[in-house]
């Protein structure tokens, strides 16, 4: 018999599950709190003592898929984690792959900023995406291999440039042409910061 802790635990599981799947499929607006918890197969009692609402269970889904994120990219990069430059292109290349995802596209890029407000989904964004940048250039710049700077600022503007890349392939028709060129626009932005 699982205890309470467990039940508790498996239930937050499958509203938190349940609602990425409706989330990446059908977006925020579209998908009911009524959908949401018999999809899950709890009660609506269930959805409101994990979350005070929809919005709360959002940004749940969205900070569990900015975090899958940051730990795949990790792992991904753990063979290069001595370079500091391979793991920035290295880094560059995992995050443009991953959005090509449609979840991650409709749930991080296209829907976070307008359900959870500007400055909720900037405080998310720099806890995860914006925080691995900063680490990576710091890490570059005190290996020589990045010219020495402010790290903050260009962390905001490799970032804000990786997103608005991620964007852009979203919007593309073709989105694996698209996510070649800006692939090769941010090899071409990163090389530009290098010692040389």
Excluded: N
Aim: one cysteine or more; proline letters at 4%; glycine letters at 8%.
């Amino acid at each position: 018999m699982p205890t309470k802790a467990e039940q508790a635990e498996a239930t937050r599981a499958a509203l938190l599950g349940t609602a990425r799947s409706l989330f990446a499929a059908r977006g925020f607006a579209s998908t009911s709190t009524e959908e949401l918890v018999a999809a899950a197969g709890v009660t609506r009692g269930a959805l409101y003592y994990h979350y005070t609402d929809k919005r709360a269970l959002f940004e749940a889904v969205f900070e569990d898929l900015e975090r899958e994120l940051v730990e795949a990219l990790l792992a991904k990069l753990s063979a290069v984690a001595d370079d500091p430059l391979a793991l920035l292109h290295g880094g560059v290349e995992a995050f443009l792959d991953a959005c090509l995802d449609p979840a991650i596209q409709r749930i991080a890029l296209l829907e976070a900023p307008a359900v959870l407000g500007w400055e909720r989904y900037r405080e998310i964004e720099q806890t995860y995406g914006l925080g691995v940048a900063r680490a990576a250039l710091q890490s570059a710049m005190d290996a020589g291999v990045v010219t020495k700077q402010p790290v903050e600022p260009l962390a905001h503007v490799l970032f804000g440039g990786l997103v608005e890349a991620a964007l852009y392939m979203a919007a593309a028709p073709d989105q694996r042409r698209a996510r070649r060129e800006v692939g090769a626009a941010l090899r071409t932005l990163i090389d530009g910061i290098t010692s040389a």
